[in-house]
């Protein structure tokens, strides 16, 4: 087991990171955005605990994959579960959000014909949106611990990957189906978008931001 010592040390050095990130990120994206109380949000494959660093109520509908949406979750927000794929939403008719938030989930939905669906989707339903993707250069791959992942040649990182799945094969499936995403590609798939850099020592992530109306 010492060889997954590893994974152990990554959880609990990301864990305060992460929780730092988010709290950084959510202050952000409230100025940024102007939100105000009550206004309809649609979280696309998003968690609902990450909202509890909004501190005012709002409409929150998280639309996750079948079974992945953690619905226990205690929170001051009204928040309704969906079931379904951020690529094809015909459940939500357009324009049907103030917003709509998206925290590291493009990378995960496939191939670019999928990235383009999902984007069209994520414009359809709302002219104003925050976006926000893993940046490819970021010393430590965000998913997997491992730094400069995506500059091993192919054939290694397929290495590590058959060793991690004897013991972590959820996990595993979840690193091989990520597939980073440029800040050219994300500059295509949200042309009126402002592409801001989230920082932490290093660009840590891309952000797409979209507010037409201002909320102001």
């Given at each position: 087991?010492?060889?997954?010592?590893?994974?152990k040390?990554?959880?609990?050095?990301l864990?305060?990171?992460?929780?730092?990130?988010?709290?950084?990120r959510?202050?952000?994206?409230?100025r940024?955005?102007?939100?105000?109380?009550?206004?309809?949000v649609?979280?696309?494959?998003?968690?609902?605990?990450?909202w509890?660093?909004?501190?005012?109520?709002?409409?929150?509908?998280?639309?996750?994959?079948?079974?992945i949406s953690?619905?226990?979750?205690?929170?001051?927000?009204?928040i309704t579960?969906?079931?379904?794929?951020?690529?094809?939403?015909?459940?939500?008719?357009e324009?049907?959000?103030?917003?709509?938030?998206?925290?590291?989930?493009i990378?995960?939905?496939?191939?670019?014909?999928?990235?383009?669906?999902?984007?069209?989707e994520?414009?359809r339903?709302?002219?104003?949106?925050?976006?926000?993707?893993?940046?490819?250069?970021?010393?430590?791959?965000?998913h997997?611990?491992?730094?400069?992942?995506?500059?091993y040649?192919?054939k290694?990182r397929?290495?590590?990957?058959?060793?991690?799945?004897k013991?972590?094969?959820a996990?595993?499936?979840?690193?091989?189906?990520?597939?980073?995403?440029?800040v050219?590609?994300?500059?295509?798939?949200?042309p009126?978008?402002?592409i801001?850099?989230?920082w932490?020592?290093f660009?840590k992530?891309?952000?797409?931001?979209s507010?037409?109306?201002?909320?102001?």
């Amino acid at each position: 087991m010492l060889k997954y010592i590893r994974f152990k040390l990554f959880g609990a050095v990301l864990n305060p990171v992460s929780s730092f990130s988010r709290r950084k990120r959510a202050k952000l994206f409230v100025r940024k955005m102007k939100l105000k109380e009550n206004m309809r949000v649609l979280d696309v494959g998003g968690q609902p605990h990450i909202w509890d660093y909004v501190k005012f109520p709002l409409e929150i509908t998280c639309l996750n994959l079948p079974g992945i949406s953690v619905k226990t979750h205690n929170s001051h927000h009204k928040i309704t579960y969906v079931e379904g794929n951020g690529c094809n939403m015909p459940e939500f008719h357009e324009g049907q959000f103030d917003l709509v938030f998206s925290n590291s989930v493009i990378e995960h939905v496939g191939n670019k014909t999928n990235r383009k669906a999902f984007a069209n989707e994520i414009r359809r339903l709302s002219k104003n949106y925050w976006i926000q993707t893993p940046y490819k250069y970021f010393p430590i791959e965000a998913h997997c611990g491992m730094p400069f992942w995506w500059f091993y040649p192919k054939k290694l990182r397929l290495f590590f990957l058959e060793r991690w799945r004897k013991k972590l094969p959820a996990w595993t499936n979840m690193v091989e189906g990520t597939d980073i995403v440029s800040v050219k590609e994300i500059k295509e798939l949200f042309p009126e978008a402002k592409i801001t850099m989230e920082w932490l020592i290093f660009p840590k992530s891309i952000i797409a931001s979209s507010n037409v109306k201002g909320f102001s």
